[in-house]
């Protein structure tokens, strides 16, 4: 199935060759965003028209593009904004709704609409896949396809953790950020890679109280 319309979000300032390759051709981009910087934005709109929304790690830059986006598109109504809790009590008339954030790739059918989150095809979080969507327009309907991205090196070893081996890990981690450790040091303690690390303390300090399973949860463990 080809893709007349591609939808992505949270790219995160990292445009991959994988997702370029896939938007080549479409008519459309929608980026439900977290896009990371204006380049990644330049770079889309070299590719097809480009439909953006505002995430919350946008706010230094894009203050330029709208919150939510409240349009039709080769005959799809669709409302798409960053946040699923900034969407509008009623979404009665839309054929598709689109949101990002959660890096978790969702796609259900909601009576009158399409409720679709594309996941992200930036950085990889944790174990989450790497996923975007394709829409193909048909006569009087449409039909959206998962893609699934690749990924390569420290992203692919991420994989292979299960969360009875994480356990004793952020257990640690979240004792050593208690004593004022940096990421560096809490990394060379425990041999992890620094940046799984950093994934582990920002999740602790930005959740109060949280708990291991909780923090596994947030991983996808």
Known sequence: MSCDICVI??????????????????????????????????????????????????????FDLPEHIDSEISGIRFYMTHKKKDLPGTLTGYDLVICGHSHRYEQRNEGSYVFLNPGSCGPRRFVQPVTMAGISCLDDSFAIKRIDLPHTGKEAAAANISAPDM??????????????RSVTEIAKRTGADASLIEQIVRLYLTHPGVTEDGILGKMGL
């Not at 051709?25 to 980026?31: E, F, K, S």
């Not at 590719?47 to 505002?54: L, T």
């Not at 356990?167 to 004022?180: A, H, I, Q």
Request: some cysteine; proline content about 4%.
């Open 9 to 62: 979000s949270d790219t995160h300032d990292l445009l991959r060759p994988a997702v370029t390759g896939q938007l080549a051709g479409c008519r459309a981009i929608l980026h439900a965003g977290d896009i990371g910087s204006r380049a990644v934005l330049n770079e889309l709109l070299k590719i097809a028209p480009v439909y953006a929304v505002r995430g919350n790690a946008d706010e230094t830059w894009g």
């Open 167 to 180: 356990r004793p890990l952020v257990f640690r981690v979240m004792k050593e950020t208690d004593k004022g």
